[in-house]
């Protein structure tokens, strides 16, 4: 148990349909990221939020779109996906000092396996 | 770019051996890293960071190395199990701005 909660762990889902990926994380922190990981890639880092405040979004295309409504919940809503957005998505959450601006370390959730037909 | 990677994407090594996992860095500027474990199915987990400010660190059976001249950093894991089977990650920040970047893991596999 990492303290970080995401549902649902596998999704299928068509081109046409919208869903939405949830996390939750119960470790007081103050920021939260959505990661996406492929197969034979890095893991990519699509959003952060710190203080539900959007602060990174690294030209991650509209068909995702985030939302934070509190420090502990993180929402990634999908819509008209690709088949190439298949992929693990991977929610975490971290402490930030951001007085001192300093990112460390990160708590991950298990995951949430999303395909697209 | 910046990027950050890992010399070998697989490792084999027996049961009580020690493992040493490789990554290079290329930007200087890096002042943090991270070594994580993921195994099948599961999140990334932490195994042990460094500042740039050392340059060893030791945890439980695990020890990291910086090398700040070459920008290579290692994981050396001793007396490795068949529970150390995973993928690892290493992982850079710079001060003051940027999340965590990752490069693409090294698959241990460990031969009872």
């Known amino acids: 148990e990492t303290g970080v909660t995401q549902t649902p762990r596998h999704l299928v889902m068509g081109m046409t349909n919208k869903k939405s990926l949830k996390c939750e994380q119960h470790l007081g922190h103050n920021a939260m990221y959505w990661y996406k990981q492929s197969a034979k890639k890095p893991l990519e880092l699509m959003f952060v939020y710190n203080f539900k405040e959007q602060t990174e979004n690294n030209s991650v295309p509209s068909r995702f779109s985030p939302e934070c409504p509190n420090s502990s919940h993180l929402f990634l809503h999908l819509h008209t996906l690709q088949p190439e957005d298949s992929a693990l998505y991977l929610c975490a959450s971290s402490q930030e000092d951001l007085r001192g601006g300093r990112y460390g370390e990160l708590f991950f959730g298990e995951g949430s396996r999303l395909t697209v037909l | ?112």
Request: overall charge neutral; aromatic content about 8%; hydrophobic content about 35%.
């Open chain 2, 1 to 112: 770019g910046e990027s950050v990677g890992l010399h070998l994407p697989t490792l084999s090594v027996q049961e009580g051996d020690n493992s040493i996992i490789n990554c290079a860095y290329s930007n200087s500027a890096s002042d943090y890293f991270i070594w994580y474990k993921q195994e099948s199915g599961k999140g990334p987990q932490f195994i042990i960071d460094i500042r740039s400010n050392m340059d060893k660190r030791q945890g439980q059976r695990v020890t990291v190395l910086l090398n700040k001249t070459v920008k290579h950093l290692s994981l050396q894991i001793a007396a490795t199990q068949p529970g150390d089977s995973a993928v690892y990650f290493c992982a850079e920040s710079t001060s003051g701005n940027t999340p965590l970047v990752f490069g693409k893991g090294t698959r241990l596999s460990v031969i009872a």
